[in-house]
């Protein structure tokens, strides 16, 4: 069989042991579970700040491309700098089909080779909760460009039919509804729950408002319970993290929460081991990565009513979703989850069930293998 040359076009992890957000995390499984393929000849190209020249790599049957990333505003590199280094490097290594993650999608919207866009966030979106100034002004110009590049995009994967709802709405493509995959060691964890373990992994920034989840835990410890609040990522957002800060010292929590800060994903799969519950009260998201590996380890999740993760826990079967305005109706439902041990269960084995199906990386590269196959023979 001809072998087919797929440039995988991406944020990829400089360390495969400790990737750096969503993208990074499903490039990874994403690329590791594709190498299976013998027909294919995967290329990795991702930007990589700090580096001085291109350098080239092998990783698991895949050949990793590292192009120094151009300095200055990530949005108008997208359109310019960052855009043609990535496009001339294309129409050099020829690839049969690209395959364009996050704003790489901006810089090969223009080429004329078979490709496919996923579709992981809107940033514009994002923008209005990052720090700096001009906030709105960011995030309008953001969503011009966005928009403006999923018109011109001929294939998108959607992670999410919250994604494709926004999506269509602006762009004539072919939709393929794929979700994202997580490493296969989150299915064979053992469980060694500790009583009253939250995990929550995420940055530390508005966005994730991890601070209603700490709210929520001093309810819970005012009405006498015993938790642990685990917040495992980095912090984005040092105004923030202060107030959070000061928040748990002033209410004298610091022996039920725990900042763990960035940590690897063989520490996320330990947590997730001793965690009762899996929270996340985002106010933007679009499919989590920390929900579907909570799912697959079998952990019943606490999540926000907006945006995709609706779509990912079925309230009242595998979770609950709450309001995440109201630290009163999350501690709610963290009380329902810890004071009924057959509920936890069943909601921990609905939870994995659905989640075998959706997330295992062998079913999504499969169903990203149907893609390339169908363009390519169309």
Known sequence: MKKIKLAFVTQFPADTNLPLGGVEAVSLNLVRSLAAYPELDIQVITLCAGAAETSLESWNNTTIHRLPKPKGSELLNALSKSKVLISNYLLKLKPDIIHAHDTYGIMVN????PKVFTVHGF???????????FKWLRSKLWEHFEKSSWAKL???????????????LFSPA???DIDNPISDHFFTLERKEK??????SAVICPRKNTLILVKAVAILVKAGYDVELRVAGSVSDERYA???????????LVKHIKLLGRISTQRVMEELQAAAVYALASFEENSPMGIEEAMAAGIPVVTSNRCGMPY????????????????NNIADKFRRILDDDNLRLAMGEKAKELALDLYHSENVARRTYAVYRDLLDS
């Open 110 to 113: 223009s080429l004329s080779i």
């Open 123 to 133: 940033i514009y979106g994002d923008t209005l909760f990052s720090n700096g100034s």
């Open 154 to 168: 001929p294939n998108i994967i959607s992670i999410s039919p919250y994604v494709r709802e926004r999506v269509s």
């Open 174 to 176: 072919a939709i393929y």
């Open 195 to 200: 009583k009253g373990v939250i995990f929550t």
């Open 242 to 252: 202060q107030e959070m800060s000061e928040w748990i010292a002033e209410h004298d």
């Open 312 to 327: 990912m826990v079925r309230n009242n079967e595998t979770g609950y979703l709450i309001n995440p305005f109201d630290e």
